[in-house]
Every structure is written in structure tokens, then in C-alpha cells.
Nanobody, 115 residues
Framework: QVQLVESGGGLVQPGESLRLSCVASVSGFSIETMAWYRQAPGKQREMVAMAKRYGSRVYADSVKGRFTLSRDNVKNTVSLEMNNLKFEDTAVYFC?????????WGQGTQVTVSS
């Protein structure tokens, strides 16, 4: 059974930073895509940052220059460094993985930006 386990969410003030991490419990497969999505209250889930196994990173326009995605293809981990957080970054953040024609989601971790 594949599991994605996230960590690192929390409550921060505007301008502060957080780092989210996700570990995929996968063996014998190469994960093609790993990404972070988020869902704010009353809004649709949206892609925040994505990386193919050997491709470049793709970021949502709203986070470009502030968020950085890193992945380790050996350890099957993906992290999201979030700097200069804004009120509008408040959401539940989900780790995502795609391989062997299937998609997988983590349980989500709450990020709240509040003064």
C-alpha cells in the first residue's frame, strides 16, 4: 500500500517561512511526478509546485519567487520551502505522487498565515 506522509505545517505570521516535507512509502517503482497542491476554504484544490522525475520545476504564478520545491528521487521525498508567506497562502497542503498510471495523495497538512 502506497502512503504519502506530510509534515511541517503550522501557524505563522505574514513574511515568515515554513518547510513542508513528504515521504512516499514506495518500493520497486520510480515516481514520475511529485507535487504539492493546496486547498483553501471554499476554493478548489490547486497545484502549487510540481516536478517530473528528471524535469524542471513548475510553479503556480502566485508562489513564484517565494516557494521552492525539492525532491529526492532515491529517498522518494519532496519538500516545499515557503518563504515570505502571505495571508492568501493559508490552506491545507497536499502531497501528490504519480507513477505506474495511478495518482496518490497525502492526508494534508494545514498552513495558516495570520497576524
Amino acid at each position: 500500500q502506497v502512503q504519502l506522509v506530510e509534515s511541517g505545517g503550522g501557524l505563522v505570521q505574514p513574511g515568515e517561512s515554513l518547510r513542508l516535507s513528504c515521504v512516499a512509502s514506495v518500493s520497486g517503482f520510480s515516481i514520475e511526478t511529485m507535487a504539492w497542491y493546496r486547498q483553501a476554504p471554499g476554493k478548489q484544490r490547486e497545484m502549487v509546485a510540481m516536478a517530473k522525475r528528471y524535469g524542471s520545476r513548475v510553479y503556480a504564478d502566485s508562489v513564484k519567487g517565494r516557494f521552492t520545491l525539492s525532491r529526492d528521487n532515491v529517498k522518494n521525498t519532496v519538500s516545499l520551502e515557503m518563504n515570505n508567506l502571505k495571508f492568501e497562502d493559508t490552506a491545507v497542503y497536499f502531497c501528490y505522487a504519480e507513477f505506474s498510471g495511478s495518482t496518490y495523495w497525502g492526508q494534508g497538512t494545514q498552513v495558516t498565515v495570520s497576524s
